[in-house]
Every structure is written in C-alpha cells, then in structure tokens.
C-alpha cells in the first residue's frame, strides 16, 4: 500500500536513540533550561539542524525522553495486578524498580527533576499515565487484603514508599557509593537492597503484622 507512512529505517532508529540517550544524559545533568540543542548535537557529532530533523524543538524532545523513561518505569506495574501471588508479585516489582535505578539512573534523574520543579511541561501526562494504574494496583492491593493474603495498611502510600525508596538508588547512587567507600555500588549492593525492601515491604504486609 503505497499510501502507508513508511517504517523508520535502522539507521534512523540509530540516529534516534542516539540523541534520545545523550538528550537524557544532559537533561539530567543541566535540566530543562540548562540543556540546549546546541550541546547535545556537538556531543554526537551532527548539527542542531540535523538534530532538529529528527525532533522539531526541545520541548518535543524532552518530552519524548520523558515519555520513555515513564514506559520503563511503569512497566513493572501491570504485573502486580496481573498476580495471584502477592509476594512473588511484590518480589518481582522490587526488582524491576531496582533494576531500573541501576540501569537507568540518567532516567530517574530528569524525571524526578521535572517533577521537583511541579512538573510544568509534564504534569498532565503523569496524571494520565500513572494515576490509572496506581487505582488498579491498590485495587488489586485491596482484593488481596480481603482474600486474607495481606493486611489491610495505606496501599496507596505504600506504593509511595516502595517508589521513593527504590528510586533513591538512582538519585543518591553517588552518595550511597561514596559511604561505602567504593567507586560506584555493585550488582551485589542492588541484590541486599532489594532483599531488605523485600523483607520490609512483606513484612507490614503479613496478615498477622501488628500496625
């Protein structure tokens, strides 16, 4: 069908992700403001105009850095409530969230920026994304207390925490290394992160669990 919009070439997806990756990076370093068009074409080698075939201003491409960093990190969410299995599901959240802190903390930074700063160019769009599935996760948080397989706590504010905390490994990576008097943290140091919030989490979650 000649009338179809064509599929993006390979060497255009690379082109893409190239920009997207060093956007991010200093997006997170400089915020919004700080970044510019400029600098982040220098930094992989093409023009601003060339830069500007790709993503048409510096609002559109921040928000699709954005919108990707959101993707990823909504994408454990689904899961819980996909679960019949409460620690298993919980488990696994966990782990993706650590996983993302790990792998992405250039992500985590430009969002937890945007957000500081009130989310001016991007409230709507966490409204829209993320307020849906907090309901149907602390839904799913609410069946399982009735079923007797978790106590009935704030599941609202518990996702909240498991948020807050997971993500501090992205945000505060340099410092947490830095105490520990090593360059950066290791898989290792992610894995005893993620058994203690595990522990914690299941352990005010236990049906017997005295609040």
């Known amino acids: 069908d000649e009338s179809a919009p064509r599929a993006p070439t390979a060497s255009r997806l690379l082109k893409e992700q190239g920009i997207l990756t ?73 782990r993706a969230k650590l996983h993302y802190s790990r792998t992405r903390p250039q992500g985590a930074k430009v969002f ?11 409230g709507t769009a966490i409204t829209e994304r993320v307020a849906p599935l907090l309901k149907t996760e602390v839904r799913t948080f609410e069946r399982w207390a009735r079923e007797g397989r978790i106590a009935k706590v704030n599941f609202t504010h518990l996702m909240f925490i498991i948020w807050s905390v997971t993500q501090a490994y992205a945000e505060q990576e340099a410092q947490f290394a830095l105490l520990l008097g090593k360059p950066s943290l290791t898989e290792r140091d992610y894995e005893k992160a993620e058994e203690l919030i ?8 236990a049906p017997d669990a005295v609040v």
């Open 22 to 94: 060093e956007a991010e990076n200093q997006f997170a370093q400089f915020g919004f403001e700080g970044a510019s068009l400029e600098s982040i074409a220098a930094a992989i080698g093409i023009s601003r105009h060339n830069l500007l075939y790709y993503f048409p201003s510096k609002e559109a491409l921040y928000q699709r850095v954005l919108d990707d960093v959101l993707t990823q990190w909504l994408a454990g969410m689904e899961d819980l409530s996909h679960s019949d299995d409460p620690q298993q599901a919980l488990r696994r959240y966990i």
């Open 112 to 122: 937890t920026k945007e957000v500081i700063a009130g989310a001016p160019r991007y």
């Open 198 to 205: 595990v522990r914690m989490v299941l352990s005010a979650l």
